[in-house]
């Protein structure tokens, strides 16, 4: 595929919504002459499900040529294997029920991007850490009210090779997919399982560090043009819309996930004091953490919402 005078959304969770990777993206194609402009459109905590909701609003403004799309941690509900359930008709109950909702899901956001022109890459997702010290109390950015129930019998080895075993059957169901539609496909699953090490993820084995996400910008650009990034550089530039797009997936996160159920209904200054009546009643918990807060409301204020 050539990108040259493209616009690409990746589209994804917590992973893409972190950024980091696509300021060293940035910055590389900026210094090396790149006409190729990149949108990170990920939500913390999202799901196909979530995405669907989400995708009128992302396309309203604007409608990329390309859509890299990479989801699977969140859709396969990872947060509900422990040890406790390990091997038993519970799990596998709840993996192919998970399954099968991400094929339709999938089936589905394709059939939209085709109707709209727009070109998919559909990405395995990323493998978890394979080197995962257990521990009791694990610092993480809980992304949705669902994972609040995350027990210190989900953080050790055991646990976390079962979600890389179920993200492997995602990444092998999506490789038969995008064969049987023609569809460009990039393995992130092989590659981060192969070429990880206990640095590339943050203490919760899930979230990438920033060695991680230098893996992922060096993924991509093979990917995209068989080339190897060596130079992991940010410039002003590249930071300020890394800024602006933080806010702007703060925005999302907060009205798809945590605010979910009152959405449809709600203008965004009904949306903004609903907000605010949740943030003085639970406080920033369940992934909405004050830089999110902060970022919402400069987003509101910065598109006129409110």
């Known amino acids: 595929m050539r990108f040259e005078g493209k616009s690409i959304f990746f589209i994804g969770d917590s992973i893409t919504a972190n950024g980091t990777f696509l300021k060293y993206l940035r910055t590389y194609f900026k210094r090396t002459g790149r006409n190729v402009s990149l949108y990170n459109k990920g939500i913390p905590g999202g799901t196909l499900t979530i995405l669907h ?4 609003e992302e396309l309203h403004c604007e409608k ?3 859509a890299v799309i990479c989801f699977g941690v969140n859709d396969l509900r990872y947060w509900e294997y422990n040890s406790d359930i390990l091997g038993t008709e519970k799990l596998e109950q709840t993996r192919e029920k998970q399954r099968t909702i991400y094929a339709e899901k999938m089936n589905s956001l394709i059939e939209k991007l085709s109707k709209l022109g727009i070109t998919p890459i559909l990405c395995s997702p990323f493998a978890v850490s394979r080197y995962l010290a257990a521990a009791d109390n694990i610092e993480t950015v809980v992304d949705s009210k669902e994972k ?9 080895t055991e646990v976390f090779a079962k979600i890389n075993e179920s993200l492997n059957e995602l990444r092998d169901f999506l490789k038969s997919f995008s064969e049987e539609r023609g569809i460009e496909f990039w393995d992130n699953f092989n590659a981060t399982y192969e070429l990880s090490e206990s640095s590339t993820y943050n203490s919760d084995g899930i979230h990438f560090s920033a060695v991680g996400n230098q893996l992922i910008a060096k993924l991509i650009l093979k990917n995209m043009y068989g080339e190897e990034l060596t130079e992991f550089e940010t410039d ?5 819309i890394a800024a602006r797009e933080f806010d702007e997936r703060a925005y999302f996160f907060i009205k798809y996930n945590i605010m979910r159920p009152v959405v449809p209904e709600r203008t965004s200054a009904q949306l903004s004091e609903k907000v605010r009546e949740w943030i003085q009643k639970n406080g920033n918990t369940q992934g909405l953490t ?3 807060e902060e970022g919402f409301f400069r987003y509101l204020s910065r598109c006129s919402l409110v």
Do not use: W
């Open 53 to 56: 909701t989400a995708l009128e």
């Open 64 to 66: 990329p040529d390309v």
């Open 148 to 156: 609040s129930s995350i027990n210190n019998k989900f953080y050790n």
């Open 236 to 240: 002003g530039e590249c930071e300020e």
């Open 290 to 292: 004050k830089e999110r």
